[in-house]
């Protein structure tokens, strides 16, 4: 079985430092079940492919070592030559830095979305014709996938149940190797070892972010756990409390689809960098940011010695966590860390400690917000917060023409619960300053289109004196 994984981000070889293998070597990893080869076989600064082979010693799985349900019996399986299970456990173990998405040199790489495009020859795909589409499509992946004959000389036959698969997008390249964990035994729909308890832990875990709201969470649970109804029930149960229990989570890795699909105009950092300049264009100093997120906005800000009070509220604890984590607070002088809060609370409510300050930004926030709470939003921060001034960013709707992977019916993220026209958005904005004193301004972020405008749509509203 082979795994070759791609890509163009330039310079192309920083993915051996991603992967801890040095593209000058051949690198083997001795497993109970056979040998895992790495290598490269393109690595220049424009492209770099790495491979990885399992050569599986069906001796050793006739003996035990590695044998257990779901091999037929002796010598006669397709286990030494078709992705399965063990491609799963091979990349766990060869590729162990990489799945836990560190990089000891290019740590900030290691967090960013890459265009990445994996490989894997032959893999069983049991079930109905589209189910790669289906488990992998939705993940904002491009699949593409090609059918092997069960004799080339009788065409007659049909097809085989194996196909070569190729999946390729703008992915962090933990969650690339996480979705192919995963995923690849539930093509299968077969493991070669026992599934207990500890299986739910690993689904859980490897499918954090993203398996609660994948359109084909039963399939995917049903066929990892090898349909044991009581390891089945448990594992959706715990899915399902995850999704109800955090309606605003905003952790980095449920937002990889939004930002993959970005990342080719890097949208992130331009909007971020924007609403920094404008914020300190309008003169604030105490600045805080609804709905923070993971911090990105507030690093920005921090970088400003103009913002003397910087403060990031969030409906998620873990969302906060992880802003905790990657700002560092814990290493900061007493100074900086004078200059920074995190606060958990939500949006739509009124909080007597997000009172009184200059300005408070709203970055691709409204749009996680359903429609019927949204005047509840409004109220809580036109109103009753109160800042003199305030600045929103939103997707422009029109725009999403020009994604090229993104179908015509799709918004931007799986959570958006709207996304407006540049008029809508005016419309609303004009409303909002009308009801509570503000005046405004529309702009864009990054380049714009002749005709579909920018693609992020910008607010900036200022308190009337008076």
């Not at 933990?174 to 690993?202: F, I, R, W």
Request: proline share 4%; net charge negative; hydrophobic share 40%.
């Amino acid at each position: 079985m082979l795994l070759t994984i791609s890509t163009t981000h330039q310079p192309a070889t920083d993915l051996g430092y991603l992967l801890h293998k040095n593209p000058e070597n051949l690198h083997e990893v001795t497993l109970s079940f056979g040998t895992v080869v790495m290598a490269y076989p393109e690595a220049c600064a424009q492209r770099c492919t790495f491979a990885l082979t399992v050569d599986i010693d069906p001796v050793a799985l006739v003996r035990g070592k590695g044998q257990g349900e779901g091999l037929l019996d002796h010598y006669v399986n397709d286990r030494p030559y078709a992705a399965s299970s063990f491609l799963s456990v091979a990349i766990a173990r060869a590729l162990n830095t990489a799945f836990a998405g560190r990089s000891k040199h290019r740590p900030e790489l290691a967090e960013s979305a890459l265009p990445l495009t994996a490989t894997v020859t032959p893999v069983p795909a049991r079930g109905s014709e589209d189910i790669a589409e289906r488990l992998f499509a939705p993940l904002g992946y491009t699949v593409k996938t090609a059918g092997h004959l069960l004799d080339e000389e009788n065409p007659d036959w049909g097809d085989s149940a194996y196909i070569d698969l190729e999946v390729a997008g703008q992915v962090r390249l933990a969650d690339l190797l996480a979705h192919l964990y995963v995923l690849l035994p539930v093509l299968d729909n077969s493991k070669h070892y026992y599934v207990a308890q500890d299986e739910v832990e690993k689904l859980l875990a490897k499918g954090a972010g993203w398996l609660e709201g994948h359109p084909e969470k039963d399939v995917i649970v049903n066929r990892y756990l090898k349909r044991r109804r009581r390891l089945v029930r448990e594992a959706l149960a715990r899915l399902d409390e995850s999704q109800a229990g955090d309606p605003d989570e905003t952790d980095e890795r449920q937002q990889q689809g939004e930002q993959a699909l970005e990342q080719p105009i890097r949208l992130n950092d331009v909007r971020m960098q924007r609403v920094t300049q404008v914020l300190a264009g309008l003169g604030a100093k105490r600045v805080v940011d609804l709905g923070c997120g993971e911090g990105r906005l507030l690093r920005e800000l921090l970088g400003n010695k103009q913002f003397v009070e910087v403060v990031g509220v969030d409906a998620s604890l873990r969302a906060l966590e992880v802003a905790e984590r990657r700002l560092k607070l814990d290493r900061m002088s007493e100074r900086q860390r004078k200059r920074i809060a995190l606060l958990h609370g939500a949006l739509t409510y009124r909080d007597r400690r997000l009172a009184g300050y200059d300005a408070a930004a709203l970055v691709e926030v409204i749009e996680h917000v359903d429609l019927d709470q949204l005047p509840s939003l409004e109220r809580a921060v036109f109103e009753f917060m109160a800042p003199k001034a305030v600045v929103v960013t939103t997707p422009n709707r029109e725009y999403n023409a020009l994604f090229e992977t993104l179908p015509a019916d799709r918004l931007r993220h799986g959570d958006h619960r709207f996304e407006w026209r540049r008029d809508e958005f005016r419309d609303w904005a004009a409303r909002i300053a009308e009801a509570h004193r503000y005046t405004f301004e529309i702009g864009g972020i990054g380049e714009e289109d002749e005709r579909l405008g920018a693609p992020t749509q910008m607010a900036v509203f200022q308190r009337m004196a008076g």
